[in-house]
Nanobody, 125 residues
Framework: VQLQASGGGLVQTGGSLRLSCAAS????????TGWFRQAPGNEREFVAA????????YYADSVKGRFTISRDNNNKMVYLQMNTLNGEDTAVYYC???????????????????WGQGTLVTVSS
């Protein structure tokens, strides 16, 4: 599975961005998909995930209510709508995919097999 993230950029505090991730696999519907981020000097952390059927979404507490993850299985795309951005959201954002896996491991990066190249989001004050 190859993943290509896009949509990052520079935005002011309180602004919005929409990240996109295009997947290459023919069997996209079988994969959970998610977004992680990594700020300088920090570990890569979970942001949001959506199960393969698109029916269930999960968020880190830090983004709940501000970010929305969605997917389009027909076009093999995953999106992350980010609203009310602040400086703590500045990071490289990575889309990820995994096949199978239990729910309790969803927030752990070690349990995701496929990763995109990352797109930088910078929030300025």
């Amino acid at each position: 599975v190859q993943l290509q993230a896009s949509g990052g950029g520079l935005v002011q505090t309180g602004g919005s961005l929409r990240l996109s991730c295009a997947a290459s696999t023919r069997t996209f519907r079988r994969y959970d998909t998610g977004w992680f981020r990594q700020a300088p000097g920090n570990e890569r952390e979970f942001v949001a995930a959506i199960r393969s059927n698109g029916a269930n979404t999960y968020y880190a507490d830090s983004v709940k209510g501000r970010f929305t993850i969605s997917r389009d299985n027909n076009n093999k795309m995953v999106y992350l709508q980010m609203n009310t951005l602040n400086g703590e959201d500045t990071a490289v954002y990575y889309c990820a995919a995994r096949e199978g896996g239990i729910l309790s491991t969803l927030r752990q990066k070690e349990y995701w097999q496929y990763w995109g190249q990352g797109t930088l989001v910078t929030v300025s004050s």
